[in-house]
């Protein structure tokens, strides 16, 4: 079955220092998207990217796709205190249903 | 920015007693999703909606579930007869094709 696991499960840096969290897949996919959580709250979509990309930026965020090796991975430069949160990816099956699976996320804890 | 409004923020249910979730979704939206997130664990999908009728649904959503659009705004998770192990946090998000999916900020759903 199609999973998405991160790791590390979770991380604890430093605020300016950079935060890499690393998500693997088992299947084919349309598309990876990562996701931020804060604590007892809704998810907030970060970015995605598609199969045929291999890396994409937004702003402070930059995301690998390595579909070889069914491997993504988020940097998230010059970390805050406010980038504090549970990370998770999530992948699009190619099977023609609309099914996402999140992987197990990352809590990142950045100090002040 | 348009956003999905989740109700009741937090239910508070019998076991064995059915419980209704609400989901208004982004009104332009065609894609509609129920997940579950047991406190601490990572998100996990239940059922995905399109064209008024399941597009996919996870071993998870079994015969106790049910998804309805009765009205072309509402996106309802009704769950008949509620166990124990039915207490989570239940999310519910909307997209367009291709697009990434837009997540409300949850149910709790607590079961006595």
């Known amino acids: 079955s199609q999973q998405g696991e991160e790791d590390p499960q979770a991380l604890s840096i430093q605020e300016g220092e950079n935060a890499t969290m690393n998500c693997s897949y088992k299947?084919?996919?349309?598309?990876l998207q990562w996701y931020r959580q804060n604590s007892g709250r809704g998810l907030v979509h970060l970015i995605l990217?598609?199969?045929?990309?291999r890396e994409k930026h937004s702003g402070r965020l930059r995301v690998t796709l390595d579909t070889s090796k069914k491997s993504s991975s988020l940097l998230i430069t010059a970390s805050r205190a406010a980038d504090t949160a549970s990370y998770f990816c999530a992948t699009d099956a190619s099977t023609g249903g609309f099914k996402t699976i999140f992987g197990a996320g990352t809590r990142l804890f950045v100090k002040a | 920015e348009p956003e999905v409004t989740q109700t009741p923020s937090h239910q508070v249910t019998q076991m064995g007693q059915e419980v209704i979730l609400r989901c208004v979704p982004i009104?332009?939206?065609?894609?509609f999703y129920w997940y579950r997130q047991i406190l601490g664990q990572k998100v996990e999908f239940l059922v995905s909606f399109y064209n008024n009728e399941i597009s996919e649904k996870s071993e998870i959503f079994d015969d106790q579930f049910s998804v309805e659009r009765p009205d072309g705004s509402n996106f309802t998770l009704k769950i008949r007869s509620t166990k124990l192990e039915d207490s989570a946090m239940y999310f519910c998000?909307?997209?367009?094709?291709?697009?990434?999916?837009?997540f409300g900020d949850g149910t709790r759903l607590s079961i006595l």
């Open positions: 990217i598609r199969s045929n990309e």
């Open positions: 998000a909307s997209t367009r094709v291709g697009q990434p999916q837009h």
């Open positions: 009104s332009n939206h065609l894609y």
């Open positions: 299947t084919s996919i349309n598309n």
